[in-house]
């Protein structure tokens, strides 16, 4: 089997750490894998296949002999290094929102829209936000079925979404709290332990939040489908890992609850948890460090003649990031 040389950058945080991961676990086919890391975190190890590796700093000439670039450190970064790494050679798989919503960049999932990576002139592919790749693994066999006319969404987004800080604040802000101790938040405008913030990303002038936006032009740019109408909340939760959205989806042509369980039953990463009178339905709990989507609450909407509810869980950083870039990896390679 051909083996490939594997640059992660952004190696050192928390997505970075889950691609080197997944990547293990999936037995792909690495010949070398490159952590790179600003000059800051250069030098510190990362563990690769029982092996700690050093990290090195990223640079113009870091991808030399590279065949795939997993990026996952920020917009600037993808900004500036991407088209380096394109023009090097190597395949680009950039978890950032800078080239999301690019024409010239296919936004993939690949359960979804896997034949959009044949036409990448930049050699660059963008993964969706964390939020809207989980949603669309779960809506595409409805969409095949029925159609679907409208969106309405409501996330309950995990702190892991913002990163290590994050993580680490909500720890802090639990002890302090059960300790007694005045609580600081310093990497959300409030506290988020016990809370609920309305509140992911920039505010638009339209009252909409960036984060919520993504979900709206992403899902259409994904389905290729600009008729769909979306609207959408995003909500941060005390949650360290693991994103739950409530879906509500008007169809273009009827279909029973009934019909959409056994659509997703047979859908590809697709893991069906629906009898609440069993108190069965998908937690961050059962979802956290797996692959899968996990669907239930599943009924017809009483309020109008077309509608879907969900509810969808999954682990933002696995199918939200690290999963999602590696599946994409996955299928560029067949083509090489």
């Known amino acids: 089997m051909q083996k490939y040389n594997v640059a992660v950058v952004g190696a050192t945080g928390v997505v970075g750490q889950e691609m080197l991961k997944v990547l293990e676990e999936r037995k792909f086919p690495v010949n070398k894998i490159i952590p790179l890391a600003s000059s800051r975190s250069a030098g510190a190890r990362v563990e690769f296949q029982g092996r700690e590796i050093v990290v090195q700093e990223l640079k113009a000439g870091s991808f030399q002999d590279v065949q795939l670039a997993l990026f996952s450190a920020g917009s600037a970064v993808s900004e500036k290094f991407a088209p380096v790494a ?5 395949v680009v798989i950039d978890n950032t929102a800078f080239y999301r919503m690019d024409p010239q960049v296919p936004l993939v ?3 979804v829209n896997a034949g959009a990576l044949k036409n990448r002139p930049k050699g660059i592919i963008a993964n969706p936000n964390c939020s809207t790749a989980q949603m669309v693994v779960a809506l595409k066999p409805i969409y095949a079925a029925a159609g679907i006319r409208r969106l309405v969404i409501s996330t309950y987004q995990a702190v892991s979404g913002t990163g290590k800080e994050a993580i680490d604040e909500l720890q802090q802000e639990v002890l302090d709290i059960l300790q007694m101790k005045p609580v600081k938040p310093a990497v959300y405008p409030h506290q988020i332990a016990f809370n609920i913030l309305p509140h992911i990303d920039d505010f638009l002038d339209s009252g909409y939040s960036k984060e919520e936006m993504k979900m709206v032009n992403e899902t259409k740019k994904i389905f290729g489908d600009d008729s769909i109408r979306v609207t959408a909340t995003t909500c941060r939760v005390p949650v360290f890992y693991c994103h739950s959205e409530c879906v509500n989806i008007e169809t273009r042509e009827k279909i029973t609850a009934a019909e959409v369980r056994a659509l997703l039953a047979k859908a590809e990463n697709v893991i069906v948890q629906d009898e ?4 069965i339905y998908p937690m961050p709990l059962l979802a956290a460090g797996r692959n899968e989507t996990f669907v239930g609450r599943i009924r017809e909407d009483i309020s109008i003649d077309n509608g879907i509810e969900l ?4 682990d933002n950083l696995r199918k939200g990031a690290a999963f999602n870039a590696v599946q994409i990896a996955e299928e560029v390679i067949k083509d090489f």
């Open 86 to 90: 394109a023009q090097a050679g190597a």
């Open 276 to 279: 609440p009178q069993k108190n």
């Open 109 to 111: 999932v690949p359960e």
């Open 311 to 314: 509810f969808i869980v999954s």
